[in-house]
């Protein structure tokens, strides 16, 4: 019996920290999982962008942790959580609809940082990430979308109504 406790104790332990760590789910989309711990990146590098391009109109950044921004911090949650979504919704998307849907997305991520010696520099100015994060946020969502689009525009059909219909069909669950 008291392996039993032990066990249970192990167990309570490592969802203990899994939670501390930020491994547990915001959102589901079918049986991908989005954690707390890739929403919270993706809601830096977001912050992290405003301030930079709020430093380039000559605005000073902003203090997100301050009541008078709560707002705003409340649309950049919002809008990472979708961002994060919409990129899970695209991947499934593509997959249904194309076989080689991750090479075509990995080439036009290629095509796009090729000889591109600043580009981790310019991830870490502009969003706070390292090269490998603002790959998978900021540049595979992106190439998401615009091989989806290419290939649903050249059906002759209309990329946000057919995404909007593909996304009703989808198991969207926040907690």
Do not use: C
Request: glycine residues 6%; aromatic residues 12%.
């Amino acid at each position: 019996m008291k392996n039993v406790y032990f066990i249970l104790f192990g167990f309570a332990m490592a969802a203990g920290i899994f939670a501390a760590a930020g491994f547990y789910p915001m959102a589901t989309i079918g049986f991908s999982v989005i954690t707390r711990r890739e929403w919270k990146k993706a809601e830096h590098a977001a912050e992290k962008f405003y301030n930079t391009q709020n430093l380039k109109l000559g605005i000073g950044p902003v203090d997100f942790s301050r009541s008078e921004n709560a707002t705003l911090k409340r649309g950049i949650e919002r809008e990472s959580l979708t961002a994060l979504i919409e990129s899970e919704l695209m991947q499934q998307a593509g997959e249904q609809e194309f076989s080689d849907f991750d090479s075509r997305v990995e080439e036009r991520v290629d095509s796009a940082t090729r000889g591109k010696k600043t580009l981790e520099r310019a991830a870490t100015l502009s969003y706070g990430l390292n090269a490998k994060d603002f790959q998978r946020l900021i540049l595979v969502p992106q190439a998401r979308l615009e091989v989806l689009t290419d290939h649903i525009t050249k059906k002759g059909v209309d990329f946000m109504d057919w995404f909007e219909n593909f996304r009703q069909s989808k198991k969207i669950r926040l907690f």
